[in-house]
Structures are given as C-alpha cells and as structure tokens.
C-alpha cells in the first residue's frame, strides 16, 4: 500500500532514487538529479516524463527487474550525493570503494567509477570503470 505522503514527498523533492526492492547489480534504478519544468533529469542528463516514470514503475512492479520474473516493490529512496574528492573522478554517478575482507583481513579494495555508458551507475557489468589493489 502507498504511504499517505509519498507522492507529496516526491512532489517536492527535487531529486530521488527509484529501485526494484528484489533487484540485482542496479538493473531497473533509476536515479533522478533534477527537474526542469515538467521533465525529471536523470544522472546521465537524460530527460524523462512523468509518464516514463509511471511506465518504469509499473515494469518494477510486475517483476520486470527481479530474478525469476517475480512481482517486485519499488522502494523510492533519498539520492546519494558523492564525495567531493571522489566525484571529480566520476561521470555524474555515485561512485564507490569496495572492500573485500576475509576473516577480518582486507585482501582487495576496488575502486568503481561511473560512466557515460553506465548512465551514471557505478555497476562494473553496465560499463561502468574499475580499479583494484591489493
């Protein structure tokens, strides 16, 4: 059921996440940056409609982004903003440091940058950049 607010929250809010509750490696978010006028501006610079975003949520909904096909829920979230530092390394996107630790040991820490070609998702399998140390 939709919480009383959320669509007056979202009304206000001049930026926003949309993602699927069961998705996996960032397929079917949707991260909204700005508005202008009528349109909602993704990361990428991409323009949407209120009618796309209807669409995008109703595709989450039926499970379009979930394993298996499974109905799915949409959770719409605060937008992350980046790091100063990390995000002149970044097209437009959040990007992240990950640390791999085993037994309380880290053994590799990547860092991922979003890209153009990502639209603006730090996710390695959507083509986003990628390095690592160890």
Do not use: Q, W
């Not at 206000?12 to 397929?27: E, H, N, Q, V």
């Not at 595709?59 to 002149?88: F, N």
């Not at 053994?107 to 639209?119: C, F, G, I």
């Amino acid at each position: 059921m939709e919480d009383p607010g959320t669509r007056e929250r979202l009304a206000a809010s001049p930026d926003f996440a949309l993602k699927p509750a069961r998705g996996a490696g960032g397929a079917g978010i949707v991260v909204i940056v700005d508005r202008r006028e009528r349109l909602f501006v993704k990361a990428s610079g991409a323009m949407l409609t209120r009618s796309d975003l209807e669409a995008h949520a109703c595709d989450v909904i039926a499970g379009a982004y979930s394993p298996g096909g499974r109905s799915d829920a949409l959770l719409v979230e605060e937008r992350i903003v980046a790091e100063p530092h990390l995000a002149t390394l970044a097209y437009r996107g959040v990007p992240d440091v990950r640390v791999l630790v085993f037994r309380g040991v880290p053994l590799l820490a990547m860092l991922r940058l979003p890209t153009r070609r990502s639209d603006g998702r730090a996710n390695l399998h959507l083509a986003a950049s990628g390095s690592g140390s160890t």
